[in-house]
């Protein structure tokens, strides 16, 4: 089939367009100056220090598509009555906070956070969170072919994402949830076979424990140890932090 200038140009007209709608889906729900709960969970604790004092690089175009997808899929698939639940808390003095009445004073002091869902099973609360992931992994070595992969485990920031859930929730709500889900998603089948891994959660004390030493080292003023992972060459102040490229774990999963 031949593609005159023209289709090709009206073609192109209407990638743009909707590639412009995915940015505004993305960007259109700002994100309060909070310490949200997903910036607690990475091995990086510079890379949380520098939300709060550095200009990231944009998004890029691959970020714009998955975090597009993630916010379809999070207002179409209620999985229990209460979902996409925020919650907001002072962890030192283990009270409920309002985002509004977060402000400089106490912004290391809190944590805030969107919960999927809640789900009460047997009588019981169960925190699920859904995670969208590809089976299917490039090979650029082989010329670009596609490998297919398993996923056999969760991964552990996500695991630590619910445990901090739970613990907004006992402050807020005064429930101790015990078991949490993450819902896997394959991007490659259309989620044709969700994942769930069911695990249980940490008790509250534990949580507060290392969540607290997480808040101290973001609030202090000295730059906190950088921690090199497999997540730098994605990291929004790469530029900023500039670790030595040799020392990047290749990415294998």
């Known amino acids: 089939m031949t593609e005159s200038l023209q289709d090709k140009m009206i073609g192109e007209e209407v990638i743009k367009r909707f590639k412009e709608a995915q940015k505004v889906v993305v960007t259109q729900e700002k994100r309060s100056k909070t310490v949200h709960a997903s910036h607690l969970t990475g091995e990086c604790v510079l890379k949380t220090w520098y939300e709060f004092r550095e200009k990231p690089e944009p998004l890029s175009a691959q970020s714009i598509s998955n975090f597009y997808v993630g916010q379809i899929l999070h207002k179409n698939a209620p999985l229990g009555k209460k979902n996409e639940v925020h919650y907001g808390a002072n962890i030192r003095t283990m009270k409920p906070i309002l985002t509004k009445d ?88 259309s989620f044709k076979d969700p994942m769930p891994f069911v695990f249980d959660l940490q008790p509250v004390d534990e949580i507060r424990t290392w969540v607290l030493g997480k808040l101290d080292k973001i609030r202090q003023l000295v730059e906190p140890e950088r921690t090199i992972t497999k997540y730098c060459n994605y990291c929004p102040f790469l530029k900023i932090c500039d670790p030595p490229r040799s020392e990047i774990p290749k990415w294998t999963s």
């Open 102 to 189: 977060i402000n400089q004073n106490n912004v290391f002091d809190c944590v805030t956070g969107t919960v999927d869902d809640l789900i009460e099973f047997q009588g019981e609360m169960v925190i699920a969170d859904k995670k969208t992931w590809s089976s299917l992994k490039i090979n650029h070595r082989a010329g670009g072919t596609y490998e297919k992969r398993d996923k056999t485990e969760p991964d552990p920031n996500y695991i630590k994402q619910l445990n901090i859930y739970k613990l907004l929730i006992y402050i807020t709500d005064g429930v101790e949830a015990k078991k949490g889900v993450l819902l896997y998603l394959d991007k490659a089948t």
